[in-house]
C-alpha cells in the first residue's frame, strides 16, 4: 500500500544541532581550534567591551561566522545569514541553538 505524504511539522526537536554534524566532520577539527584561540583572545575583548549597555552579538559567534564565509566562498554579506538560518551544520559551528535569532 502507497504511504501519504502527509507533513506535519514537529513542535519539539530532542537532538542538537552538534549531535547532528558528523563526527568526522572538518568543521570539528576547525571550532577546537577556533574554541581554543578564542581562550586566548577573550580576555583582550572583554577589555573592548562596556559593562553597563544592551549585550552584544558575542565576538567568537561572529568571527565563526566570519570564518564560515571564507571557507564556504559565501559572496555577500546577507547570504551567511540565510545560510545560518537553516543550515544546522553552519549553526553547530557558530554555536547556535535551534531557536536562537541569526
Same mark, same amino acid.
Given at each position: 500500500?502507497?504511504?501519504?505524504?502527509l507533513?506535519?511539522?514537529?513542535?519539539?526537536?530532542?537532538?542538537?544541532?552538534?549531535?547532528?554534524?558528523?563526527?568526522?566532520? @572538518?568543521?570539528? $577539527?576547525?571550532? *577546537? %581550534?577556533?574554541? =581554543?584561540?578564542?581562550? &586566548? +583572545?577573550?580576555?583582550?575583548?572583554?577589555k573592548?567591551?562596556?559593562?553597563?549597555?544592551? @549585550?552584544?552579538? $558575542?565576538?567568537? *559567534? %561572529?568571527?565563526? =561566522?566570519?570564518?564560515? &564565509? +571564507?571557507?564556504?566562498?559565501?559572496?555577500?554579506?546577507?547570504?551567511?545569514?540565510?545560510?545560518?538560518?537553516?543550515?544546522?551544520?553552519?549553526?553547530?559551528f557558530v554555536?547556535?541553538?535551534?531557536?536562537?535569532?541569526?
Amino acid at each position: 500500500m502507497r504511504g501519504d505524504d502527509l507533513q506535519q511539522a514537529g513542535m519539539f526537536s530532542y537532538v542538537s544541532p552538534e549531535q547532528r554534524m558528523p563526527q568526522d566532520h @572538518p568543521l570539528r $577539527a576547525i571550532r *577546537k %581550534l577556533c574554541h =581554543a584561540m578564542f581562550a &586566548q +583572545v577573550c580576555p583582550q575583548f572583554d577589555k573592548l567591551y562596556a559593562r553597563i549597555v544592551r @549585550p552584544s552579538i $558575542a565576538p567568537a *559567534k %561572529l568571527l565563526r =561566522a566570519a570564518l564560515l &564565509q +571564507v571557507l564556504y566562498s559565501v559572496r555577500s554579506d546577507r547570504l551567511p545569514v540565510e545560510e545560518l538560518d537553516y543550515n544546522m551544520l553552519f549553526r553547530s559551528f557558530v554555536g547556535l541553538n535551534m531557536d536562537d535569532r541569526v
